[in-house]
T-cell receptor, first 113, second 117 residues
Framework: GEDVEQSLFLSVREGDSSVINCTYT??????LYWYKQEPGAGLQLLTY?????DMKQDQRLTVLLNKKDKHLSLRIADTQTGDSAIYFC?????????????FGSGTKLNVKP | GAVVSQHPSRVICKSGTSVKIECRSL??????MFWYRQFPKQSLMLMAT?????????EQGVEKDKFLINHASLTLSTLTVTSAHPEDSSFYIC?????????????FGPGTRLTVL
């Protein structure tokens, strides 16, 4: 089945790096996503990676995928107060036709000035 | 990046009335759109998959007669909450699947906050 898990909270100081972790269970090929949700707003796509990749970097964001452990992480370099939000990990597996998304519970990132 | 809009962003209605929420993909065509519901401090729950030109596919436990979905064009899907009750109060988010370009991903709308009095 599909089960996506994340830790609930992360607190960092401005300027430090943040690492948000996620684990998933589906063993088929899958897309893995990171979304950001600010209070009262919808989800903003930050980045995504296909399961045949190990890493993807986009400006301050680095996604690392450990396929063996089914572990996904999002690293935010030089974290700013504007990065405070809830970050959702999601997977969209091939055996569901890449048509269904399964979300983690979200990690609330608090950036202290 | 791709843009998905929702209208209205916020709606307050009386119990027993129906509310229509629109979801539009602004710069791409979406044969498939999705409707999610988010309860406070919780993750998103997929309600239904909306396919252009055909009937929506509802997730288990979601009443199709209560949550009417229409996907009349490649850029518009609507969700109508019929005979709304206070327990229907929630944040409703749509997404649209973009299979163009080199990727296949979903872009989310900004959400609609429904409050039923």
């Amino acid at each position: 089945g599909e089960d996506v898990e994340q830790s609930l909270f992360l607190s960092v100081r401005e300027g430090d790096s943040s690492v948000i972790n996620c684990t998933y269970t589906d063993s088929s090929s899958t897309y893995l996503y990171w979304y950001k949700q600010e209070p009262g707003a919808g989800l903003q796509l930050l980045t995504y990676i296909f399961s045949n990749m190990d890493m993807k970097q986009d400006q301050r964001l680095t996604v690392l995928l450990n396929k063996k452990d089914k572990h996904l992480s999002l690293r935010i370099a030089d974290t700013q107060t504007g990065d405070s939000a809830i970050y959702f990990c999601a997977e969209s597996p091939a055996r569901r036709g890449f048509n269904k998304f399964y979300f983690g519970s979200g990690t609330k990132l608090n950036v202290k000035p | 990046g791709a843009v998905v809009s929702q209208h209205p962003s916020r709606v307050i209605c009386k119990s027993g009335t129906s509310v229509k929420i629109e979801c539009r993909s602004l710069d791409f065509q979406a044969t498939t759109m999705f409707w999610y519901r988010q309860f406070p401090k919780q993750s998103l729950m997929l309600m239904a998959t909306s396919n252009e030109g055909s009937k929506a596919t509802y997730e288990q436990g979601v009443e199709k007669d209560k949550f009417l979905i229409n996907h009349a064009s490649l850029t518009l899907s609507t969700l109508t909450v019929t005979s709304a009750h206070p327990e229907d109060s929630s944040f409703y988010i749509c997404s649209a699947r973009d299979t163009g370009g080199w990727g296949d991903t979903q872009y989310f709308g900004p959400g609609t906050r429904l409050t039923v009095l």
